[in-house]
């Protein structure tokens, strides 16, 4: 089984300031990692992807995430956000031997102007 | 890009009746299919994974003959919420992939969701 931790439930920044939204993970097999945004009364879109290869993964709006085996995180960035980002932000991990997606907490990420 | 189509959006009902909720693979085949049931400023959890032809696998926790599903085709899964109280109110979401649940890590295409109030 596994299990996704995102650390921080509210995250407030400036227009045009960087974030990171963080996300850490377990699990006993091998994970795809996935970061998902929801505006409100809506459902899911997804960011971007991590399946394999490259640690480096980037997405749409500008967003990218970073996969850390030995630190077990999936941290998602982006360098400038806009008064658009404001939305939440769900971490999502899938068992490659069960392909079921479980989601962290989410995030609510409240940019100001 | 695939869509997964869900109805209806909204639903409102009274405490004691059923209600169903459609979710549809728009323009692929979908095996399997995952309901999940969010609370006001909270996650997704999972409730079941809809199988195609065969019974659908519920999560620990989740009442099966109160949360009935049936994927009685391969772009076609229905929740139906039994005897709905209050506390059943809350925002269901469906998704589907494309393929076998296994392969490839078919990203999993999200409905819009169906917000369901019983009074």
């Known amino acids: 089984a596994q299990s996704v931790t995102q650390l921080d439930s509210q995250v407030p920044v400036f227009e045009e300031a960087p974030v990171e939204l963080r996300c850490n993970y377990s699990?006993?097999?091998?994970?795809?990692l996935f970061w998902y945004v929801q505006y409100p009364n809506q459902g899911l879109q997804l960011l971007l992807k991590?399946?394999?290869?490259?640690?480096l993964v980037k997405g749409i709006n500008g967003f990218e995430a970073e996969f850390n085996k030995s630190q077990t995180s999936f941290h998602l960035r982006k360098p400038s956000v806009h008064i658009s980002d404001t939305a939440e932000y769900f971490c999502?991990?899938?068992?490659?031997?069960?392909?079921?997606?479980?989601f962290g907490q989410g995030t609510t990420l409240q940019v100001k102007p | 890009g695939a869509v997964v189509s869900q109805h209806p959006s909204r639903v409102i009902c009274k405490s004691g009746t059923s209600v169903k909720i459609e979710c549809r693979s728009l323009?692929?085949?979908?095996?399997?299919m995952f309901w999940y049931r969010q609370f006001p400023k909270q996650s997704l959890m999972l409730m079941a994974t809809?199988?195609?032809?065969?019974?659908?696998?519920?999560e620990q926790g989740v009442e099966k003959d109160k949360f009935l599903i049936n994927h009685a085709s391969l772009t076609l899964s229905t929740l139906t919420v039994t005897s709905a109280h209050p506390e059943d109110s809350s925002f269901y979401i469906c998704?589907?992939?494309?393929?076998?649940?296994?392969?490839?890590?078919?990203?999993?295409?999200f409905g819009a969701g169906s917000r369901l109030t019983v009074l």
């Open positions: 999502a991990a899938e068992g490659s031997n069960t392909g079921k997606l479980i």
């Open positions: 323009d692929f085949q979908a095996t399997t």
């Open positions: 809809s199988n195609e032809g065969s019974k659908a696998t519920y």
């Open positions: 998704s589907a992939r494309e393929g076998r649940v296994n392969f490839g890590a078919n990203v999993l295409t």
């Open positions: 991590y399946l394999s290869g490259s640690t």
């Open positions: 699990s006993s097999v091998s994970v795809y």
